[in-house]
């Protein structure tokens, strides 16, 4: 039997990265919601944790490692891939500090993307998608 589809909140500013980050992963059989912010993202969260956080590291006013950090404090632990244009060690270092499972620089592959959920959520393409047959 297959387990549901892993659901995944994308965190980016820019809605044209959104959309197609969307679109890939339901494609891929993930269950996937967008935000353009940290604080649209965190009304949400009330309500349901999403298995795994796709985060920008640059936003305006709540940046993706202060997001990280607020979930932290809060208690909320989410399996966090963050995603960045700029690939700078001291960016780097901050998010994996604050519980990034992975660092990716844009532009970024599909395959690189869902690798990098699966790892962080701990669940193997064939676990969501495979049935086996009894």
Do not use: W
Not at 7 to 22: E, G, Q, S
Not at 28 to 48: G, M, N, P, Q, R
């Amino acid at each position: 039997m297959s387990q549901a589809a892993i659901r995944v909140a994308i965190v980016d500013d820019d809605p044209a990265v959104r959309k197609a980050l969307a679109r890939l992963l339901i494609a891929h059989s993930f269950d996937a919601s967008t935000y353009e912010s940290a604080s649209d993202f965190l009304k949400s969260v009330v309500i349901s944790a999403p298995e795994c956080l796709l985060l920008d590291v640059h936003m305006p006013n709540i940046g993706g490692t202060e997001l990280q950090r607020y979930l932290r404090r809060a208690g909320i632990t989410v399996p966090t891939v963050v995603m960045t244009a700029h690939d700078d060690p001291g960016i780097r270092d901050r998010c994996y500090t604050a519980g990034a499972a992975a660092f990716l620089v844009k532009p970024l592959s599909g395959e690189t993307l869902i690798g990098a959920i699966y790892a962080a959520t701990g669940r193997s393409p064939c676990s969501t998608a495979c049935a086996i047959d009894e």
